[in-house]
């Protein structure tokens, strides 16, 4: 009986360390320049995006882009969900896959933490799915959200609705990828 112990390494654990090294030492790059906080910081901010310029968040006012008959309560909430999924997409488009995840780690735990109803919608909600099944199609990007969003409504053949979707969307976007731009993280390319 052989009484010495022997450790196995699987094969993938052995070729997995240089990965791991690699991916180390990116976290380590950017938590030394600032870019993960800067990130964090970035999130937190997007969760307090806002449909309503009677807000001191992050806020769009949309009464003269889309409306102000359209702002309903319920609208209003339709918007704020879109403008969420907006942040979310923007920062998987414009940021690398690390601070991505990082902002949106942070986005939904301030929302868990500060506007849990509203995390609660979101995290319950089918919105995003359509919201991701539009991006999908390609071609006319805004006016694929703008239609699930009019279909989220409850409007779905109602152009004024796919409109002002549209519109929201791509306010927001506008909105969202100039304050990724006013992060200023170090060595990303926007």
């Not at 790059?29 to 969760?47: D, I, S, V």
């Not at 805004?142 to 549209?166: D, S, T």
Request: with cysteine; net charge negative.
């Amino acid at each position: 009986m052989d009484n010495d112990v022997k450790i196995y390494k699987p094969k993938s654990e052995l070729t997995a360390q240089p990965e791991l090294a690699s991916v180390l030492q990116t976290v380590n790059t950017q938590r030394t320049n600032g870019n993960m906080e800067k990130a964090r910081q970035l999130g937190r901010l997007f969760a307090t995006l806002n449909p309503s310029a009677e807000s001191d968040k992050l806020s769009i006012d949309f009464s003269e882009r889309i409306g102000r008959e359209f702002l309903t309560r319920e609208n209003l909430i339709q918007i704020k969900v879109l403008m969420v999924f907006s942040a979310e997409a923007a920062m998987r488009i414009y940021l690398p896959e690390l601070l991505a995840n990082t902002a949106s780690n942070a986005l939904y735990d301030y929302l868990r933490k500060h506007d849990n109803e509203f995390y609660k919608i979101i995290s319950d909600s089918t919105a995003f799915t359509f919201y991701y099944l539009a991006i999908k199609k390609g071609g006319d990007l805004a006016r694929y959200v703008g239609e699930a969003f009019a279909m989220l409504c409850g409007a779905e053949k109602n152009e004024a609705c796919v409109q002002a979707g549209k519109t929201a969307y791509e306010v927001s976007m506008q909105q969202i990828l100039n304050e990724i731009e006013d992060a200023q993280f170090v060595d990303v390319n926007i």
